[in-house]
């Protein structure tokens, strides 16, 4: 119940009239100038970036982002003669510890002397014991055995490996990296979780017991950081040649995916490749980062006049549907009326951030409401044809009051000059704000 309510409350809290409308031109200008932050550093960063690096050309970047895609894509699964080897290998070192104990368990023997035969009832017990343990030895024995021989004919393996094999050494480099890998995965969930922990205590609406919580979690992940970290750099150690070594400092900056999986290849040395550098990532991030910005850009200057095209046609819409509607409904068109206050409150800071977008150094858009292609009844484009619901018109009968009797409202004169002018005023600031409206989108459009 407490999820449902919460799920409640946030749809309408995103849905407020207040909020969410009011803060519209307010993203619009936010990202748009980021997005021209983005591309102004670009232009002087990214090409020093690619002197240091020798890249004559951006789309050198589209190649390095196939190729490390490729990569790690291969990094998905490891393949299956590898896999095999492995547990061969694995295999072989059980088959050797399951001969150890059975060779171990045939050699001990019950020796009965004249000074010990009159214990005969508890070396009867002793040898059942030892005879118990050499069968399951070698129980064990002839499973590992079976194992060895089934992954022999799996890999057509006509000799059976030994320590002094090449292919043995091969195997156990293997198996180390996989050890390897492991630590590498637990040591990155680890520091991930931790990354959204702190995203979550950091965000705007969490309670203070929740940051407690989060708190708490923090300093118990922290200390399974440091011990994954010290498991991770043995088994680092443990390969050959020995692979990156890291510190606790590096670890909790990690923010990316990306940072883990360039330490996970185990059969060539990634490094060397010319897009794992750091220089080549930053000067990529750069390139990629800008070239979104760019998108950016032109679904802004869609979404500018998009509502420069609204902020008119929903003023004009609204007005027109109380008009008509103080003829057949003046309750309905009261209710109009309020709902055309509050979304033309927030007109002014609207127009005042089109200026702004306008004004800011490379806006490429174009201010000038265009046309809605949506005419459909109810859209802001659409011409107004109020018609009063059956169940409005049967409730203002029932009531006993008539739209077009004067009789019907029973106010002192007074009460009703008083009403008289507040229309009055309603309809000449109707008028006023359509006419500002229009006027500050044409002189914002003649300054871009």
């Not at 014991?129 to 089934?150: C, G, M, P, S």
């Not at 909790?252 to 080549?280: C, I």
């Not at 802004?300 to 006049?305: G, T």
């Not at 309750?331 to 033309?344: E, G, M, P, T, Y």
């Amino acid at each position: 119940i407490f999820h449902r309510q919460q799920a409640i409350a946030s749809y309408f809290e995103y849905n407020d009239e207040y909020e969410v409308y009011a803060n519209l031109s307010d993203f619009l200008y936010n990202n748009y100038k980021q997005a021209l932050d983005i591309i102004s550093d670009s232009r002087v960063t990214l090409p020093k970036l690619m002197h240091d690096l020798n890249v004559t050309h951006e789309s050198i970047f589209e190649d390095w982002l196939t190729e490390e895609k490729t990569y790690l894509q291969g990094l998905r699964t490891e393949p299956e003669d590898e896999t095999l080897q492995m547990e061969y290998f694995q295999r072989l070192i059980n088959l050797g510890a399951s001969k150890d104990e059975l060779d171990a368990s045939s050699s001990v023997w019950a020796v009965a002397t004249p000074a010990t035969v009159h214990g005969l009832a508890s070396d009867e017990s002793a040898t059942r014991r030892l005879e118990t343990a050499r069968r399951h030895a070698l129980e064990n024995y002839e499973k590992d055995l079976r194992f060895v021989q089934e992954l022999e004919r799996k890999l057509s393996i006509t000799r059976r490996w030994t320590p002094e094999d090449p292919d043995w050494q091969s195997a156990g480099r293997l198996v180390a990296n996989r050890k390897y890998q492991r630590a590498l995965d637990t040591l990155e969930g680890l520091v991930v979780a931790r990354i959204f922990e702190l995203t979550k205590m950091n965000r705007s609406g969490t309670g203070y017991k929740m940051r407690k919580h989060i708190a708490k979690a923090l300093q118990a992940r922290s200390a399974a950081i440091k011990t994954a970290l010290d498991r991770y750099n043995t088994a680092a150690r443990a390969l050959s040649p020995p692979r990156q070594s890291l510190k606790w400092e590096e670890v909790v900056e990690y923010a990316f995916l990306a940072d883990f999986d360039l330490l996970r290849d185990s059969r060539n040395d990634v490094s060397q490749r010319p897009w794992a550098s750091p220089s080549a990532r930053q000067a990529t991030d750069l390139y990629f980062k800008t070239c979104r910005a760019r998108e950016e850009i032109t679904r802004l200057n869609v979404e500018v006049r998009r509502l420069a095209t609204y902020l008119r046609d929903e003023e004009h819409y609204l007005c027109e549907c109380q008009r008509q509607a103080e003829v057949l409904h003046p309750v309905l068109a009261h209710q109009i009326n309020l709902r055309r206050r509050v979304r033309s409150r927030f007109n002014s800071r609207h127009l005042q951030r089109l200026q702004d977008i306008a004004t800011l150094p490379g806006f490429s858009g174009i201010l000038a409401p265009g046309v809605c292609t949506s005419n459909d009844a109810g859209d802001s484009s659409s011409t107004p044809n109020i018609t009063i619901p059956a169940q409005l018109t049967h409730a203002l009968s029932s009531s006993g009051t008539s739209t077009n009797d004067p009789s019907a409202h029973s106010i002192s004169a007074p009460e009703a000059e008083e009403d008289f002018e507040e229309e009055e005023e309603d309809v000449s600031n109707m008028e006023e704000a359509s006419e500002v409206l229009d006027e500050v989108l044409r002189i914002a459009t003649d300054s871009s």
